[in-house]
């Protein structure tokens, strides 16, 4: 469908040139050639085309849209903003100027302007305007996105929310959703959402591939839900479908990419820094918001970290941290790189030094008292913690997390009464507790700290309140048993009810004392010893036999030296026939160690050593007779001769 559009869209992009030629100034076809560029995409062939013309004041509001369309905001602002100026009296007009004036500051970020223009817009146009959906879904996604980034601000208008009359407003509906944490809620919404759009798509004869694309935006953000609610496989699977649409929109697949990062951690680490290249290109920068984009830069300092690169990632952190001062996650890369080399005590002092110049920050306090309640220094956590509740503006009695984990700390540091003292600060300040559960755990805290006296009084207090209560008399009798028996037994007395009889009728003490042995066995030894009064036998653990290799003879005594190898072991006998070669020389006549003359170099005659016999013959002539007996053997032939090598002969 988009293909014959583009086409229908050139061809009258012919025409209006063919009329141009003709009429240069024609106001229709210049109009019409500057609006079928922007339903192009060509914004910059738009800005050229008016910039060209004679009067390009008459095409000022198309020429601030296709500023706005390609990333020329500041000037897309100043135009739109002269010419509500200039053409006050014309409401049609100004409330199309309005429309992309708070478009433009949407994607500027100011969100409380674009808010402010938006709720004006909506309470001057009436809910049968065409239009009126259309500026309601826009006014969604600058809410959703004012509360994501400034969470804390609380926004009263009487418009309607989680309509599913279009995709586009239940989108923007969920969004406003997670930016209030109602992550279930969300979910539904979007999955609605996606219903919608593949309806009134298919209605409309987009083709699948383009029903895909602009579907993967929602599913981009239901997979982002489930990531929020921790169920990454799934979200995984669902960011992995987008990745494989080729044709999706560069800053949906960017968001993608990044969240399968995170996802993923510390495995599949070189995939992950592939990935992250494709995410951190300039080309998106002008994409991006500024949240998305400082989200995506500490993720590649994490990266870092996580491959090991430490030099990298602190380099990476100080130049974010000079960007986003505020930041707190990167003041604790330095810290964990250093925890990470086991250097514990430079790391407490650099995450010391950022607490310091921010005392009202949680999570700087929290990792400082982490670290010192490794080394087993609790009354320094516990300064650490005090500290911070004296320069944040945070209640403790409202925060149920931070309490139980000060009561820790106090009872570690044996500073039992303080501990008492905010447990009851903070169940006076909740005194509207349903049947009394805070101070149930107020009593069992004392138990807990060995004050079983002050449990009882506690106890007592609740009993003479409501007799009836068996939770408090029950509570009662294990308090008293600890330092008064009689008075134990007698409380007991009370809870002998009829409920409680009934429940015990059913139960065969003899059985549930037996009930904890696993085996049958011993079982039956249990009961037969009862019976004759005997201890139970405990039947001794059987030892097994030592595995051994087969063919093992259990008396062999294996060779002590089986080990080492041949030419080393005591019995080793050289096969290495005894040649009677000595020293270079030793074999010469006159030479070698012991002789006393050398060889006549000179060419005179060799006189030996030893004067030869009358009967002795040399050695020449004895070989030159035993040659004359034995008859002459014939020469051997050639290989060549004795058989003729295979090959094809000539004819």
């Known amino acids: 469908m988009l293909v014959l559009l583009s086409v229908r869209y050139k061809k009258i992009l012919l025409t209006c040139d063919k009329i141009l030629k003709l009429i240069p100034n024609d106001a229709d076809a210049?109009?019409?050639?500057?609006?079928?560029?922007?339903?192009?995409?060509?914004?910059?062939?738009?800005?050229?085309?008016?910039?060209?013309?004679?009067?390009?004041?008459?095409?000022?509001?198309?020429?601030?849209?296709?500023?706005?369309?390609?990333?020329?905001?500041?000037?897309?602002?100043?135009?739109?903003?002269?010419?509500?100026?200039?053409?006050?009296?014309?409401?049609?007009?100004?409330?199309?100027?309005?429309?992309?004036?708070?478009?433009?500051?949407?994607?500027?970020?100011?969100?409380?302007?674009?808010l402010k223009i938006y709720q004006d817009i909506l309470k001057n146009t009436s809910e049968d305007d065409p239009y009126y959906e259309e500026i309601l879904s826009n006014y969604y996604a600058v809410k959703a996105a004012y509360k994501i980034y400034k969470n804390d601000i609380v926004i009263n208008d009487e418009f309607k929310e989680n309509s599913t009359e279009t995709y586009e407003l239940a989108y923007n509906s969920a969004c406003i959703l997670i930016a209030e944490e109602k992550y279930d809620e969300a979910e539904e919404l979007l999955e609605t959402a996606k219903k919608i759009c593949r309806e009134a798509l298919l209605e409309e004869d987009y083709n699948e591939v383009e029903i895909e694309e602009e579907l993967s935006i929602i599913i981009v953000q239901l997979a982002y839900v489930k990531q929020l609610k921790g169920n990454n496989k799934q979200a995984n699977e669902y960011y992995q479908?987008?990745?494989?649409?080729?044709?999706?929109?560069?800053?949906?697949?960017?968001i993608a990419l990044n969240n399968v990062i995170a996802i993923r951690k510390e495995n599949e680490l070189l995939d992950s820094s592939k990935k992250y290249r494709t995410v951190s290109s300039q080309n998106l920068g002008k994409k991006l918001t500024v949240a998305q984009k400082?989200?995506?830069?500490?993720?590649?300092?994490?990266?870092?970290?996580?491959?090991?690169?430490?030099?990298?990632?602190?380099?990476?952190?100080?130049?974010?941290?000079?960007?986003?001062?505020?930041?707190?996650?990167?003041?604790?890369?330095?810290?964990?790189?250093?925890?990470?080399?086991?250097?514990?005590?430079?790391?407490?002092?650099?995450?010391?030094?950022?607490?310091?110049?921010?005392?009202?920050?949680?999570?700087?306090?929290?990792?400082?008292?982490?670290?010192?309640?490794?080394?087993?220094?609790?009354?320094?956590?516990?300064?650490?913690?005090?500290?911070?509740?004296?320069?944040?503006?945070?209640?403790?009695?409202?925060?149920?997390?931070?309490?139980?984990?000060?009561?820790?700390?106090?009872?570690?540091?044996?500073?039992?009464?303080?501990?008492?003292?905010?447990?009851?600060?903070?169940?006076?300040?909740?005194?509207?507790?349903?049947?009394?559960?805070?101070?149930?755990?107020?009593?069992?805290?004392?138990?807990?700290?060995?004050?079983?006296?002050?449990?009882?009084?506690?106890?007592?207090k609740l009993v003479k309140a409501d007799p009836t209560n068996i939770q408090a008399i029950s509570g009662l009798v294990i308090a008293l048993s600890k330092f008064d028996i009689k008075k134990a037994e007698e409380y007991e007395q009370f809870l002998q009810t009829d409920k409680l009889n009934e429940l015990i009728a059913g139960l065969n003490i003899d059985n549930l004392e037996t009930s904890y042995a696993s085996n049958k066995t011993y079982k039956k030894i249990v009961n037969q010893s009862i019976a004759n009064n005997e201890k139970p036998r405990v039947k001794k653990p059987r030892k097994?036999?030592?595995?051994?290799?087969?063919?093992?003879?259990?008396?062999?005594?294996?060779?002590?030296?089986?080990?080492?190898?041949?030419?080393?072991?005591?019995?080793?006998?050289?096969?290495?026939?005894?040649?009677?070669?000595?020293?270079?020389?030793?074999?010469?006549?006159?030479?070698?160690?012991?002789?006393?003359?050398?060889?006549?170099?000179?060419?005179g005659k060799f006189v030996p050593l030893v004067e030869k016999t009358e009967n002795e013959t040399p050695v020449e002539e004895t070989k030159t007779e035993e040659a004359k007996k034995t008859p002459p053997k014939n020469a051997p032939k050639k290989k060549n001769q004795q058989k003729k090598k295979k090959g094809k002969g000539r004819k």
């Not at 209640?395 to 303080?418: A, H, M, Q, T």
């Open 294 to 460: 400082k989200t995506i830069e500490i993720n590649g300092v994490l990266l870092s970290l996580y491959m090991n690169k430490y030099t990298a990632a602190i380099e990476q952190a100080d130049t974010l941290l000079k960007k986003y001062p505020n930041e707190e996650i990167l003041k604790l890369i330095k810290p964990a790189v250093l925890y990470r080399q086991k250097n514990s005590s430079e790391a407490l002092k650099e995450l010391e030094n950022h607490f310091n110049e921010n005392k009202d920050s949680l999570k700087l306090c929290l990792n400082v008292a982490q670290f010192k309640i490794q080394n087993e220094d609790y009354e320094g956590a516990l300064s650490t913690v005090e500290t911070y509740l004296q320069n944040s503006n945070i209640d403790i009695n409202e925060n149920s997390g931070l309490l139980s984990f000060v009561l820790w700390l106090y009872e570690k540091c044996g500073k039992i009464e303080k501990a008492l003292d905010l447990l009851q600060t903070y169940i006076d300040n909740n005194a509207d507790n349903e049947n009394q559960t805070l101070v149930k755990k107020l009593i069992d805290f004392k138990l807990h700290c060995n004050n079983p006296e002050e449990a009882a009084k506690d106890y007592e």
């Open 30 to 114: 210049l109009k019409a050639k500057v609006i079928t560029h922007i339903h192009l995409g060509e914004y910059q062939k738009a800005i050229n085309t008016i910039e060209k013309a004679e009067k390009p004041s008459s095409l000022a509001f198309e020429l601030s849209y296709s500023y706005y369309r390609s990333d020329k905001l500041e000037e897309a602002l100043n135009q739109v903003s002269s010419l509500l100026d200039e053409n006050s009296n014309d409401e049609d007009f100004t409330n199309q100027c309005l429309q992309l004036k708070a478009q433009i500051l949407y994607r500027m970020e100011s969100y409380n302007d674009a």
């Open 544 to 603: 097994r036999k030592p595995f051994v290799p087969k063919n093992f003879i259990p008396n062999f005594k294996p060779d002590p030296e089986r080990w080492l190898p041949k030419y080393e072991r005591s019995n080793y006998k050289s096969k290495r026939k005894n040649l009677n070669k000595g020293p270079q020389g030793a074999s010469v006549a006159g030479g070698g160690i012991g002789g006393t003359r050398s060889a006549n170099i000179g060419g």
């Open 241 to 254: 479908s987008v990745l494989k649409i080729k044709s999706a929109d560069e800053v949906v697949t960017a």
